[in-house]
């Protein structure tokens, strides 16, 4: 069963950074591709970056282009988002899930699963 879990959010000020984590667990690793996803309140959930593990080809949404940082460890079978220059337009409640289909920019909500609960995200002006 594929189960992910996030953690790493908070409160931060504008301008500041924030690593989120995503732990995985029950499948094989490097066969997936791990997306992050955010929904602000009122808001749908989109995509914010994914990496392909077994290559480590990364994308993201223009949104967080140049200020997100994706990464991953194999070796501890988890995902990390780095996130730096935080805007307000930024708070949300981020969500990790596994795909088994290449990382894209396009996001496709569907061909994820495993999502975790999330974790918050609130930045400050």
């Known amino acids: 069963e594929v189960q992910l879990v996030e953690s790493g959010g908070g409160l931060v000020q504008a301008g500041g950074s924030l690593r989120l984590s995503c732990a995985a667990s029950g499948f094989t690793f490097d066969d997936y591709a791990i997306g992050w996803f955010r929904q602000a309140p009122g808001k749908g959930r989109k995509g914010v970056s994914c990496?392909?593990?077994?290559?480590?080809?990364?994308a993201y949404a223009d949104s967080v282009e140049g200020r997100f940082t994706i990464s991953s460890d194999n070796a501890k079978n988890t995902v990390y988002l780095q996130m730096d220059s935080l805007k307000p337009e930024d708070t949300a409640v981020y969500y990790c899930?596994?795909?088994?289909?290449?990382?894209?920019?396009?996001?496709?909500?569907?061909?994820?699963?495993?999502w975790g609960q999330g974790t918050l995200v609130t930045v400050s002006s």
């Open positions: 990496i392909t593990n077994s290559d480590g080809s990364t």
């Open positions: 899930a596994a795909s088994l289909w290449p990382c894209d920019d396009n996001f496709v909500r569907g061909l994820y699963r495993g």
